[in-house]
Each structure stands twice: as structure tokens, then as C-alpha cells.
């Protein structure tokens, strides 16, 4: 049974600082092929960043330069070092496992998300005030 558990999230100020976690249990193989997206309240799901087994990185724009995502494939956890925290970076995040070729709408949260990845975790809340 696949499972993704996010943790990390909270309350900054603009400017501040938090790290994401994520663990995966019940893969069969190396989590390596794994993202983050977050969903504000009306805004379309987003691909912060994702990580794949060769070791590519993706990050969305409006991040690059403050956000790092990392994986510690050991303990099969996910990481986003998120600095220079800004009020628009506020959203639920999600950890996302699981890519496939293509493309379809995910349930995720209390909306959907159009993304490869398949395995998603329940979210962590980020809010910058």
C-alpha cells in the first residue's frame, strides 16, 4: 500500500523559511521520480518541483532561486527548502509519487491537478503573511 505523508508546512512571515517533508512507504523500488505541487483557493494546481531518477530537477519559475528540493532515497523522504517565503507562495503543497507518460486531472485535495504522477499525499498547509 502506497503511501505519501507531508510535513512541514505552517505559519512564516514573508521573507522566512520552512522545509517540506515527505515520506513514502510501500514503493517497491527508490522513490526517486517524485514532485511537489501546491493548490491555493482560486488558483489551478501547480508543479513547484519534482526530481526524477536521473537525477533532473524542475522547478517552476516563480520559485527558481528559492526553493531546493532534495530526496534521501535511505529513508525514501522527499525534501523543498523554501526561503524567501512570499504571501503568494501560500497554498496547501502536495507530494506527488508515482509518474507515468501521461498527463491526466487528479483528484487532489478538494480540487484536481493535471499531472502525470498518480500517488499523491494528503497536503501540508503553507501560509505567508
Known amino acids: 500500500h502506497v503511501q505519501l505523508v507531508e510535513s512541514g508546512g505552517g505559519s512564516v512571515q514573508a521573507g522566512g523559511s520552512l522545509r517540506l517533508s515527505c515520506t513514502a512507504t510501500?514503493?517497491?523500488?527508490?522513490?526517486?521520480?517524485m514532485a511537489w505541487y501546491r493548490q491555493a483557493p482560486g488558483h489551478e494546481c501547480e508543479e513547484v518541483s519534482s526530481t526524477d531518477r536521473d537525477g533532473t530537477t524542475y522547478y517552476t519559475d516563480s520559485v527558481k532561486g528559492r526553493f531546493t528540493i532534495s530526496i534521501d532515497n535511505a529513508k525514501n523522504m522527499i525534501f523543498l527548502q523554501m526561503s524567501s517565503l512570499k504571501p503568494e507562495d501560500t497554498a496547501r503543497y502536495y507530494c506527488?509519487?508515482?509518474?507515468?507518460?501521461?498527463?491526466?486531472?487528479?483528484?487532489?485535495?478538494?480540487?484536481?491537478?493535471?499531472?502525470?504522477?498518480?500517488?499523491w499525499g494528503q497536503g501540508t498547509q503553507v501560509t505567508v503573511s
Open positions: 506527488a509519487a508515482g509518474r507515468v507518460r501521461w498527463s491526466t486531472f487528479e483528484p487532489v485535495g478538494s480540487g484536481q491537478c493535471y499531472s502525470p504522477f498518480r500517488r
Open positions: 510501500g514503493f517497491t523500488s527508490d522513490a526517486t521520480d
